[in-house]
C-alpha cells in the first residue's frame, strides 16, 4: 500500500520562475492538502481539494494555485517566486468526512529552494 | 484566535530520561481535535496520536503518554525511557470542525528532541 508521494525531492529556481510540485495521494484517499513549512517553523496550511475543487484555503496570496485530477492527484503552482517562497512543501491526503478527526498522512515533501 | 503555543524550542536528555513535551493551545470551538506528529530528519510528519475534546482521559501507549487538560488548555506529551531514535522535532497540532470540517491543522512551532546515548 504506497503512501504519499511527491515529486521532486528538491527543486532550485531563482526569484520570479513559476513551480510546479506534485502529489499522490495514499491509496483509497481523495482529499489533498498542502502545506509550507520555512525552516525552523511549524507547517502552514497552504489549501485543501476535493472533487476537484479548492475546498477550503489559508492565508497565502494568488500566486500560490493547485489542481486536482480525477485520480485524486494534485499540483501545486507557486508563481513569481520570492526568496521567501523557500520552504519544505509538504502535502497531507485523507478521506472527505473523516479529516477533522483523522489523522492526515503526509509525504515527504519537496524542499523548494528560491535563489 | 486558533494558536498552538510549544515553548520549548529544544530538549536534550540522555537515552532512558523522561521527557515531556509542552503544548498550549488556544480556540474558540468546543469540537477539536489535537494531535503530535514527529519529523524525523527526513522531512516525513509521522503521526503519533490524537485526542478530541470531548475525553479528557488520558493514556499510555507503548512508552508515550499523553496528558490532555482542558481547564489549562493543554496538551503534553511524554516519551518514557527516550532512546536515541526519538531525536526529531515534534508539532503540536489543532483540528476544529469550525474551520469548515476540513482537517486544516494549526501547528506549533515545533520542539527539537535530541536523546543522547
Known amino acids: 500500500d504506497a503512501g504519499v508521494t511527491q515529486s521532486p525531492t528538491h527543486l532550485i529556481k531563482t526569484r520570479g520562475q513559476q513551480v510546479t510540485l506534485r502529489c499522490s495521494p495514499k491509496?483509497?484517499?481523495?482529499?489533498v492538502s498542502w502545506y509550507q513549512q520555512a525552516l525552523g517553523q511549524g507547517p502552514q496550511f497552504i489549501f485543501q481539494y476535493y472533487e476537484e475543487e479548492e475546498r477550503q484555503r489559508g492565508n497565502f496570496p494568488d500566486r500560490f494555485s493547485g489542481h486536482q485530477f480525477p485520480n485524486y492527484s494534485s499540483e501545486l503552482n507557486v508563481n513569481a517566486l520570492l526568496l521567501g517562497d523557500s520552504a519544505l512543501y509538504l502535502c497531507a491526503s485523507s478521506l472527505v468526512g473523516q479529516t477533522t478527526y483523522n489523522e492526515q498522512f503526509f509525504g515527504p515533501g519537496t524542499r523548494l529552494t528560491v535563489l | 484566535a486558533q494558536k498552538v503555543t510549544q515553548a520549548q524550542t529544544e530538549i536534550s536528555v540522555v537515552e532512558k530520561e523522561d521527557v515531556t513535551l509542552d503544548c498550549v493551545y488556544e480556540?474558540?470551538?468546543?469540537?477539536?481535535?489535537l494531535f503530535w506528529y514527529k519529523q524525523p530528519p527526513s522531512g516525513e510528519l509521522v503521526f503519533l496520536i490524537r485526542?478530541?475534546?470531548?475525553?479528557?482521559q488520558n493514556e499510555i501507549s507503548g512508552r508515550y503518554s499523553w496528558n490532555f487538560q482542558k481547564s489549562t488548555s493543554s496538551f503534553n506529551f511524554t516519551i518514557t525511557a527516550s532512546q536515541v531514535v526519538d531525536s526529531a522535532v515534534y508539532f503540536c497540532?489543532?483540528?476544529?470542525?469550525?474551520?469548515?470540517?476540513?482537517?486544516?491543522?494549526?501547528f506549533g512551532q515545533g520542539t527539537t528532541l535530541q536523546v543522547k546515548p
Open positions: 497540532a489543532l483540528s476544529e470542525l469550525l474551520s469548515g470540517n476540513t482537517g486544516k491543522l494549526i
Open positions: 485526542r478530541n475534546s470531548f475525553d479528557e
Open positions: 491509496s483509497g484517499h481523495d482529499t
Open positions: 480556540t474558540r470551538d468546543t469540537t477539536y481535535y
